[in-house]
């Protein structure tokens, strides 16, 4: 079947490779690439992050996780397993775990070895997308599979298209398809100079997070409800500066590369469904890389 899908982030790219993997004659359309876009600003760890806690969801994080290990041993990808440490200030954790499942047993272990101020926290094995490495290999991937890609064209209506369609726009679908239900939510960043931090570290009871990367450690981060600016405030970075060395004592916080924000594409529950000879995938918020492979292959079911 021809399809055209719709958008440049981790969810069309991979949507696109998935359905070009069924023998479906695949075109990619977008208006940006990488780096102009949220899923280049990602943390971009494997992390259920504000999602829905029901079967469907479960299964495509499950399917996510077993495809990027597998992504992982591919030289080049951007892609590794890596432990991610979570850390508590109150004691054990019961209430966001339900995806523990998806996880092999033996990648997951409770911390003894804790900083000071936290009275808990576990370890679990994820994989890590390098953003600025592993959305050039999507995309490579797409071109070596012979897709055609066109970029820079902000489409105003799907009627300005023909045929099948696989709206993968991120918040673009709030004007493309007139769906208030999409909001932004804003998460800024310092990027440090690289560090031998060894995990990705998480404070379970304040946004801050640590991660690890070759061209750099990404400290986060914010959850803004409802901010449309793409812009950092010197105030918020420096606090979340000042939380840093709590949960990596030793880290450097006086090199900053460069400080950037994100808008994650926030909406109660992902809109995966055909509308006519549109399919919609949008509304990743905080998890696109965590469900991308698992959601991409339900589009592909759907296609057939
Ligand atoms: C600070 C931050 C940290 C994050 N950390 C993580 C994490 O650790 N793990 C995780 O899983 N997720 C994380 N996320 C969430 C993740 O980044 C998003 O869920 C994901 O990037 C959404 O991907 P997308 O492809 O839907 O959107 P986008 O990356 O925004 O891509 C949308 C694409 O559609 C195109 N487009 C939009 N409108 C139109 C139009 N009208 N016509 C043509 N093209 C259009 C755009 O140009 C773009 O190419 C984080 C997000 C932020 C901001």
């Known amino acids: 079947m021809d399809i055209t899908v719709l958008g440049g982030g981790v969810i069309g790219l991979t949507t696109a490779l998935k359905l070009q993997a069924e023998g479906h004659r695949v075109t990619l359309r977008t ?39 597998k992504i992982s041993r591919i030289p080049g990808s951007g ?39 936290f009275a808990a926290g576990w370890t679990v094995a994820v994989p890590l997308m390098e953003t600025p490495v592993y959305l050039p290999y999507l995309m490579k991937r797409l071109l070596s599979a012979g897709v055609p890609i066109h970029t820079g064209q902000q489409l105003r209506s799907f009627d300005e298209l023909e045929g099948t369609l696989v709206n993968c726009t991120g918040l673009g679908s709030r004007e493309l398809c007139n769906d208030p239900g999409v909001i932004p939510i804003r998460g800024q960043i310092a990027l440090l100079s690289p560090q031998t931090v060894g995990a990705i570290v998480v ?18 981060g914010t959850y803004e409800r409802g901010q449309e600016q793409e812009t950092t405030d010197p105030a918020t970075i420096a606090a979340i500066l000042e939380r840093a060395p ?9 090199r900053v590369l460069r400080t950037y924000a994100g808008l994650r594409p926030y909406r109660s529950s992902v809109r995966l469904e055909r509308d006519g000879r549109v399919i919609h995938h949008y509304g990743h918020g905080g998890a696109g890389f965590t469900l991308s492979w698992g959601a991409a292959a339900e589009v592909a079911r759907l296609v057939r």
């Open 31 to 69: 208006w940006k690439v990488h780096p102009d876009i949220t899923s280049e600003r990602a943390a971009a760890f494997w992390s259920p992050y504000r999602i829905g806690e029901d079967e469907r969801t479960f299964s495509w994080i499950a399917e996510t996780y077993r495809e990027l290990e």
């Open 203 to 220: 404070d379970a009871d304040t946004p801050t997070y640590i991660v690890p990367r070759a061209d750099g450690c990404v400290v986060g």
């Open 79 to 117: 892609v590794s397993m890596i432990p991610l440490r979570k850390y508590l200030r109150d004691g054990e954790d019961t209430t966001d775990r339900w995806w523990l499942r998806a996880v092999p047993d033996e990648k997951y272990s409770p911390l003894t070895d804790l900083p000071a101020g």
């Open 246 to 254: 709590g949960l990596a004592p030793g880290i450097d916080t006086t």
